[in-house]
């Protein structure tokens, strides 16, 4: 696995402490993320937004960020990780406190695409992170940790914004949560090394010629077939829940928890297994080709979801599929550190994300086309089922055979 030329830049001590200002900010992009979604029925109540309204603002938080992916990672190679990321989570903290002053639906939409745009800058972000600070036997460990900040996000996040909503009003939960941002900027600047300011060379790696490139078409295609489950789940599993249990709002909240604690789980033993294989002497590609393999064959059962006789046997097969979801995520991010040096592997992650939200884009509007005419979920469900495994045999097949021991 490829050593990155900052390894250095931080001991061990600095470089697990700068994991945790990672994970921070991570955590506090899902707040700025889900706060509309929690406040949504104050907000309506006060607006009259019709759930067009709504959709609006939601679509244009995701094309923002689908679109921006394809330039945050170049951004953060060219002026480097400590600036670029301090800059990045400054304007979506800015964003997330406008939504405070906004009185119109253009106002909020306009917030909403500035916050997406602005948040695409954490994925590329947390893998450049991993491979200017850490040393490859660490990486994948410190990847799985960063993957588990989301699904943090996911079960704290409903459990404050409302109760806090309640006491400071829906434009103090804005204030707050972007004001937050503001104070892990001033601790990040503080903190993080000036070397990791230094920027990538500007020539030396054409950005189209990383379009071209067999080990970004790999990571895309992985990001693309990962990430369409990952938002499908996201954004339908209340429902799935309210439509196949009849569980009312106040009750979702527990079985969708478990399902996310999880995926929690899940990211952590994705750093953890390749580091167990790597000390028992299997080789780099080895490690990740089969841990991929492997996560994508824990997903298949995922159907079965359709038939179960109770929210909690739902939810435990949901949490599988996500606990494989966030390994082989995990491993995703780990295999681009891997094959791509550290001065544009935030390039590639944000190339392979932009695919993957546009893919998340599209599962989307199936999942809406679907429930319109009749057919349920079960379509969803069956393309999730073999979506990991078509990712883990095209990026084996995709791959150069020295894409471990050359550079691009």
């Not at 002026?79 to 253009?106: I, Q």
């Not at 009749?374 to 979506?387: D, L, N, Q, T």
């Amino acid at each position: 696995m490829r050593a990155s030329a900052t390894d250095t830049t931080a001991g061990a001590q600095g470089r697990w402490a700068i994991l945790a200002l990672v994970f921070g900010a991570v955590m506090l992009n899902y707040v700025d993320r889900q706060i509309l979604a929690l406040l949504k029925p104050m907000l309506q109540g006060e607006f009259h937004w019709s759930d067009r309204d709504y959709a609006h603002m939601a679509s244009a938080f995701q094309f923002a960020a689908a679109l921006a992916f394809l330039g945050t990672g170049w951004f953060l190679d060219r002026v480097g990780l400590r600036r670029g990321f301090a800059l990045g989570v400054a304007l979506w903290s800015l964003a997330g406190m406008a939504h405070a002053f906004a009185t119109t639906v253009a106002q909020f939409v306009a917030a909403r695409a500035v916050l997406g745009a602005a948040e695409s800058i954490g994925t590329p972000a947390a893998v450049k992170s991993a491979a200017t600070f850490f040393p490859p036997a660490e990486r994948s460990r410190a990847l799985g940790i960063g993957n588990t900040a989301p699904n943090f996000g996911a079960i704290l996040t409903p459990l404050l914004i409302p109760a806090l909503a309640l006491v400071v009003g829906w434009k103090g939960s804005f204030l707050i949560a972007g004001g937050l941002g503001l104070v892990w900027v001033a601790v990040w600047l503080r903190y993080v090394p000036a070397a990791a300011s230094v920027r990538g060379p500007r020539s030396e790696v054409p950005w189209l010629h990383l379009l071209r490139s067999r080990r970004t078409l790999a990571i895309a295609v992985a990001k693309v077939l990962s990430d369409q489950v990952w938002w499908f789940l996201l954004f339908w599993t209340p429902d799935l829940f309210h439509r196949q249990f009849g569980l009312e709002q106040g009750a979702l909240g527990l079985p969708v928890a478990l399902a996310y604690s999880l995926a929690a789980l899940g990211a952590i033993s994705g750093g953890w297994v390749p580091g167990w294989l790597l000390a028992r002497g299997w080789p780099p590609e080895k490690v990740r080709h089969a841990t991929l393999l492997g996560y994508a064959l824990l997903v298949l059962p995922i159907p079965l979801v359709l038939v179960a006789s109770n929210p909690w046997i739902a939810a435990l097969l949901l949490g599988l599929a996500l606990f494989a979801h966030q390994g082989f995520s995990t491993n995703v991010f780990g295999l681009a550190t891997d094959i791509i040096p550290a001065n544009r592997v935030g390039s590639v992650i944000g190339i392979g994300a932009f695919a993957g939200n546009l893919a998340g884009m599209a599962i989307l509007e199936l999942a809406g086309w679907s429930l319109d005419h009749g057919h349920g979920y079960a379509p969803m469900f069956w393309i999730a089922a073999f979506s990991y495994l078509a990712g883990a045999l095209l990026v084996r097949w995709i791959l150069p055979r020295t894409a471990y021991a050359d550079a691009d």
